[in-house]
């Protein structure tokens, strides 16, 4: 099985900043993507970041140039850093790896169980 462990959620003011850590264990055999995702109430759950294999990130218009997303593949670990906080990034942020085979067939995806971010004052 594999397990996301989330952390670095909390609650903080406008401008502020705040960097989730999503570490994966298991049997995890090739890592295509990481990523993270985001659900506030009563909206649909949103891409906010992705790093692929290869180093190559994508984002969402509402958080470039305030998030940056990274990797330590050794840890098989992801990073959100996420400054200049408003508060309308508050939602529940999840963790997600997809796993491929050697050509880059999607084989599974896993999620974390969501870490809460609440930005304000």
């Known amino acids: 099985q594999v397990q996301l462990v989330e952390s670095g959620g909390g609650l903080v003011q406008p401008g502020g900043s705040l960097r989730l850590s999503c570490a994966a264990s298991?049997?995890?055999?090739?890592?295509?993507?990481m990523g993270w995702y985001r659900q506030a109430p009563g909206k649909q759950r949103e891409l906010v970041a992705v790093?692929?294999?290869?180093?190559?990130?994508n984002y969402t218009d509402s958080v470039k140039g305030r998030f940056t997303i990274s990797r330590d593949n050794a840890k098989n670990t992801v990073y959100l850093q996420m400054n200049s906080l408003k508060p309308e990034d508050t939602a529940v942020y999840f963790c997600?790896?997809?796993?491929?085979?050697?050509?880059?067939?999607?084989?599974?995806?896993?999620w974390g169980q969501g870490t809460q971010v609440t930005v304000s004052s």
């Open positions: 298991g049997n995890i055999f090739r890592i295509a993507s």
């Open positions: 997600n790896v997809a796993t491929s085979s050697p050509r880059g067939t999607l084989l599974n995806s896993y």
């Open positions: 790093i692929r294999s290869g180093g190559v990130t």
